[in-house]
């Protein structure tokens, strides 16, 4: 299995260019969420999913869409990207709730210029 | 004022020392978790819990539900434990901003 993947690994975008984040998990989970980590703030949630097709918002939502169309796979959107999304950004996913325990992704590396 | 604080933000530490990390918190939770987040940047769940112990190997997690308080501990230290270590609360997973653990060898 390969677990959770996230596509890209790395981004440059301009500011105003939109693109989306591809997160994937092979071992069935209900639950997926999308963070962003930057220095010195931890971890912040930006969306989450309880199950294909529910979405909803975390922490930070702004500036961000998500869409849940198939139960492997949670996609995070920039409309028009702004060099305050520079961050790291990683998916996660559990197996039935908030509570369990979250397989990680590598993390997408995202540069706004 | 953040809702999980960790302490200390930097531990540094000779090969062999028992570490103790420590995460206090001011909401009401159901569970807390305890990641690792490698040099490279990935990330692994070491622990959720929501009452008394747990130990995985040289790893153990305690928490005090009345004291609103944390703790992990690595004995017998090792320099492949030089990670960050994060603590998670809440439903929706308020994290604290992780201590940064470095065993020289």
């Known amino acids: 299995n390969a677990g959770v993947t996230q596509t890209p690994k790395f981004r440059v975008l301009k500011t105003g260019q939109s693109m989306t984040l591809l997160c994937a998990q092979d071992?069935?989970?209900?639950?997926m969420y999308w963070y962003r980590q930057d220095p010195g703030m931890g971890l912040r949630l930006i969306h989450y999913?309880?199950?294909?097709?529910?979405?909803a918002k975390g922490e930070v939502p702004d500036g961000y869409n998500v869409s849940r169309l198939k139960k492997q796979n949670f996609l995070l959107g920039l409309e028009s990207a702004a060099p305050s999304q520079t961050s790291v950004y990683f998916c996660?996913?559990?197996?039935?709730?908030?509570?369990?325990?979250?397989?990680f992704g590598p993390g997408t590396r995202l540069l706004v210029l | 004022k953040n809702e999980v604080e960790q302490s200390p933000q930097n531990l540094t530490a000779q090969e062999g020392e028992f570490i103790t990390i420590n995460c206090s918190y001011s909401?009401?939770?159901?569970?807390l978790h305890w990641l690792q987040q490698h040099p490279g940047g990935g990330i692994v769940s070491l622990f959720m819990?929501?009452?008394g112990k747990k130990k995985h190997g040289r790893l153990i997690a305690t928490i005090n539900i009345q004291e609103k308080h944390s703790s992990l501990h690595i004995t017998a230290s090792h320099p492949r434990d030089s990670a960050v270590y994060i603590c998670?609360?809440?439903?929706?997973?308020?994290f604290g901003t992780g201590t940064r653990l470095t065993i020289i060898p």
């Open positions: 996660a996913s559990s197996s039935r709730g908030l509570w369990e325990t979250q397989y």
């Open positions: 819990l929501s009452s």
């Open positions: 998670a609360v809440n439903e929706k997973l308020t």
């Open positions: 909401v009401g939770i159901s569970a």
């Open positions: 071992m069935n989970h209900e639950y």
């Open positions: 999913s309880v199950g294909e097709g529910t979405t």
